[in-house]
């Protein structure tokens, strides 16, 4: 199985200021047939599932703010909240899906300073 | 919209078993791969099986191999998880999931609790 190591466990970021969390797979998640990396970021907010937020390592959901960004390839990903905000508050997983099972990272808790 | 709903969650003895539905509308189901994510009290998302559109490729995590089985059934938009010889740490929130690799669209969840 894939493992998926997040880091920090957890973040405090000051309102209007930069969060930066990192994601690393044990292995390459990248498809060289299309040069895809199969790797998402989800925020999961108290009492909701996760809501995805960026796939394919890099593409931003419909309706996600452009705040949120998402970079890396191969095995190390980064998710970036460019200018906190307090509905930001939350838990942020990353999932891959090259292969069964889809791991998730262990979670990292962001919140305000 | 799309909507996923889950139901047949529950309290159950370890050895017991539960079967799970999730009702999808809002989109064609038939054209989707679909899975199931728990999450169990405190931790984050574990994902467990994942079913093809017609229901002949399947994949399970390990933990679960053997004991529980995926499955749909596309004219009634329906898919399902049976769950056999449950144990203490399949104690979890159990969401349906549209699978398009990542899963776009979740439903609220079903609680599974197995205690004596």
Same mark, same amino acid.
């Given at each position: 199985d894939i493992v998926m190591t997040q880091s920090p466990d957890s973040l405090s970021v000051s309102l209007g200021e930069r969060a930066t969390i990192n994601c690393k797979s044990?292995?390459?998640? $990248? %498809?060289? +047939? &299309? &040069?895809? &990396? %199969?790797l998402t970021w989800y925020q999961q907010k108290p009492g909701q599932p996760p809501k995805v $937020?960026? +796939?394919?390592?890099s593409t931003r959901e419909s309706g996600v703010p452009d705040r949120f960004s998402g970079s890396g390839s191969g095995t190390d990903f980064t998710l970036t909240i460019s200018s906190l905000q307090t509905e930001d508050v939350a838990v942020y997983y990353c999932q891959q899906? %090259? +292969? !069964? !099972?889809?791991t998730f990272g262990q979670g990292t808790n962001l919140e305000i300073k | 919209e799309v909507q996923l709903v889950e139901s047949g969650g529950g309290l159950v003895q370890p050895g017991g078993s539960l079967r799970l539905s999730c009702a999808a509308s809002g989109f064609t189901f038939s054209r989707y791969w679909m899975k199931w994510v728990r999450q169990a009290p405190g931790k984050g998302p574990e994902w467990v099986a994942n079913i093809n559109q017609d229901g002949n490729e399947k994949f399970y995590v390990g933990s679960v191999k053997g004991r529980f089985t995926i499955s749909r059934d596309n004219a009634k938009d329906s898919l399902y998880l049976q769950m056999n010889s449950l144990r203490a740490e399949d104690t979890a929130v159990y969401y349906c999931v549209r699978d398009? @690799?990542? @899963?776009d669209n979740w439903g609220q969840g079903t609680l599974v609790t197995v205690s004596s």
């Open positions: 044990s292995q390459s998640v $990248l %498809y060289s +047939s &299309n &040069n895809k &990396n %199969y $937020l960026i +796939s394919w390592a899906y %090259y +292969s !069964p !099972p889809h | 398009l @690799g990542y @899963g």
